[in-house]
């Protein structure tokens, strides 16, 4: 949790910094925050992940994904044993760095940290006193996941923001327990204001 | 642009690859116990005996590598039948056998349940007065000829056999893979019939 805190500030640190930057700007570079929702992650895996992001005068944007499970599919793969991991919940901080000068439409990668956590299951060897059984356990998880993306985006109408994303980051907390590999992709629809 | 595209492909690689990251069955478990299930062996076979196979374990079974007994009735949620399966093949010309197929009527079932065709699918039923798994059931031998067992019809083992709890809902499957001196370094178990 302390590694996570750090991540974050200095990840909000580096934003900032560039958000004192200025020259002209053209009609979706003056608008300075933009609000998205992910229907790939929606429809395709039963999450709502909403982000927010905030972007300075020059190339560099920051922001907050939010992301929880709202569907049944995970819940039932992970009763059934298809899955060893329920996650629940993902919180994202992330630092992007836009890789063109057009606003319009451009690559940008990006540094995130996921903060993720859920429901662990494992089959476990108990006694009874004098008999052995084996049972399925159940614990939660919580880990810190640092990673990378890529995406590309594109405004129409200066405002309505189409995003592609993929990325992937790596557990480094709770291993034993949490997913090895916590990737993100999405493809996103917002708005910038 | 060539940097950012090379950046893009290892992330979407790595991404490809956390795909296979939950792949997996977490509601099965595997033990090894010896000797289980049987072949009824006598020295002569005639037309119109049957070849019986039987198993009869305790709910208690000693697992390697632990101090106490596995209770499977408890670890499988009260599973009421373990299911292996077998089929027999006859030698048709040296060298080729052929399927042996019956039917559940023509089996001579003691103890168990049995689906049979051209394999049997046999259950070892749970009963509850001695608190053991049991199943007693006889193939019937119709002609004269070489026989063969296999116990792999539905699984990759040779010298070994699976059983399957039949476990309810989402709780714990037990598959018991038990070794056995009965079968050849083939996985068969062989025999002749005469008239």
């Given at each position: 949790?302390?590694?996570?805190?750090?991540?974050?500030?200095?990840?909000?640190?580096?934003?900032?910094?560039?958000?004192?930057?200025?020259?002209?700007?053209?009609?979706?570079?003056?608008?300075?925050?933009?609000?998205?929702?992910?229907?790939?992650?929606?429809?395709?895996?039963?999450?709502?992940?909403?982000?927010?992001?905030?972007?300075?005068?020059?190339?560099?944007?920051?922001?907050?994904?939010?992301?929880?499970?709202?569907?049944?599919?995970?819940?039932?793969?992970?009763?059934?044993?298809?899955r060893s991991t329920?996650p629940?919940?993902?919180?994202?901080?992330?630092?992007?760095?836009?890789?063109?000068?057009?606003?319009?439409?451009?690559?940008?990668?990006?540094?995130?940290?996921?903060?993720?956590?859920?429901?662990?299951?494992?089959?476990?060897?108990?006694?009874?006193?004098?008999?052995?059984?084996?049972?399925?356990?159940?614990?939660?998880?919580?880990?810190?996941a640092?990673?990378?993306?890529?995406?590309?985006?594109?405004?129409?109408?200066?405002?309505?923001?189409?995003?592609?994303?993929?990325?992937a980051g790596l557990n480094?907390?709770?291993t034993?327990?949490s997913p090895d590999v916590i990737s993100?992709?999405?493809?996103?629809?917002?708005?910038?204001? | 642009?060539?940097?950012?595209?090379?950046?893009?492909?290892?992330?979407?690689?790595l991404f490809l690859a956390s795909c296979d990251d939950e792949d997996g069955?977490?509601?099965?478990?595997?033990?090894?116990?010896?000797?289980?299930?049987?072949?009824?062996?006598?020295?002569?076979?005639?037309?119109?005996?049957?070849?019986?196979?039987?198993?009869?374990?305790?709910?208690?079974?000693?697992?390697?590598?632990?101090?106490?007994?596995?209770?499977?009735?408890?670890?499988?949620?009260?599973?009421?039948?373990?299911?292996?399966?077998?089929?027999?093949?006859?030698?048709?010309?040296?060298?080729?056998?052929?399927?042996?197929?019956?039917?559940?009527?023509?089996?001579?079932?003691?103890?168990?349940?049995?689906?049979?065709?051209?394999?049997?699918?046999?259950?070892?039923?749970?009963?509850?007065?001695?608190?053991?798994?049991?199943?007693?059931?006889?193939?019937?031998?119709?002609?004269?000829?070489?026989?063969?067992?296999?116990?792999?019809?539905?699984?990759?083992?040779?010298?070994?056999?699976?059983?399957?709890?039949?476990?309810?809902?989402?709780?714990?499957?037990?598959?018991?893979?038990?070794?056995?001196?009965?079968?050849?370094?083939?996985?068969?178990?062989?025999?002749?019939?005469?008239?």
């Amino acid at each position: 949790m302390k590694h996570f805190l750090v991540g974050c500030l200095l990840l909000s640190g580096i934003a900032f910094a560039q958000d004192t930057e200025s020259k002209n700007e053209g009609p979706v570079a003056s608008k300075k925050n933009e609000v998205r929702i992910d229907a790939l992650s929606l429809i395709a895996f039963g999450k709502a992940n909403i982000s927010y992001e905030r972007f300075t005068s020059g190339k560099w944007s920051y922001g907050l994904t939010g992301s929880f499970t709202v569907g049944d599919k995970f819940e039932e793969d992970f009763d059934e044993g298809y899955r060893s991991t329920l996650p629940k919940f993902e919180i994202i901080p992330y630092v992007r760095y836009k890789m063109s000068d057009s606003d319009a439409h451009y690559y940008f990668i990006e540094g995130f940290i996921s903060a993720n956590g859920g429901d662990f299951r494992q089959i476990l060897r108990a006694e009874d006193g004098t008999n052995g059984y084996y049972m399925i356990s159940k614990e939660d998880y919580f880990s810190v996941a640092p990673g990378a993306s890529v995406g590309y985006k594109v405004y129409f109408g200066h405002a309505v923001a189409l995003e592609f994303l993929v990325g992937a980051g790596l557990n480094i907390m709770d291993t034993d327990k949490s997913p090895d590999v916590i990737s993100r992709i999405g493809l996103n629809l917002g708005y910038r204001f | 642009m060539k940097k950012f595209t090379h950046l893009a492909i290892a992330l979407s690689a790595l991404f490809l690859a956390s795909c296979d990251d939950e792949d997996g069955f977490y509601n099965e478990k595997y033990i090894d116990v010896p000797n289980l299930v049987q072949v009824e062996a006598q020295d002569v076979y005639q037309v119109g005996d049957n070849m019986y196979i039987f198993a009869d374990f305790s709910r208690y079974l000693d697992e390697p590598g632990f101090s106490t007994p596995l209770d499977i009735f408890k670890t499988t949620s009260g599973a009421q039948g373990f299911v292996f399966s077998y089929t027999f093949e006859r030698e048709v010309s040296p060298g080729v056998w052929q399927p042996v197929s019956t039917t559940t009527q023509e089996m001579h079932v003691v103890n168990g349940s049995v689906q049979a065709g051209s394999f049997v699918l046999a259950t070892a039923v749970y009963d509850a007065t001695d608190e053991s798994y049991e199943y007693y059931a006889g193939f019937p031998l119709d002609a004269v000829g070489n026989y063969r067992i296999s116990f792999g019809v539905n699984s990759d083992s040779t010298n070994e056999i699976e059983l399957r709890s039949k476990t309810q809902g989402n709780n714990l499957f037990l598959n018991i893979i038990s070794g056995t001196s009965q079968l050849d370094n083939s996985g068969f178990y062989h025999f002749t019939v005469t008239n």
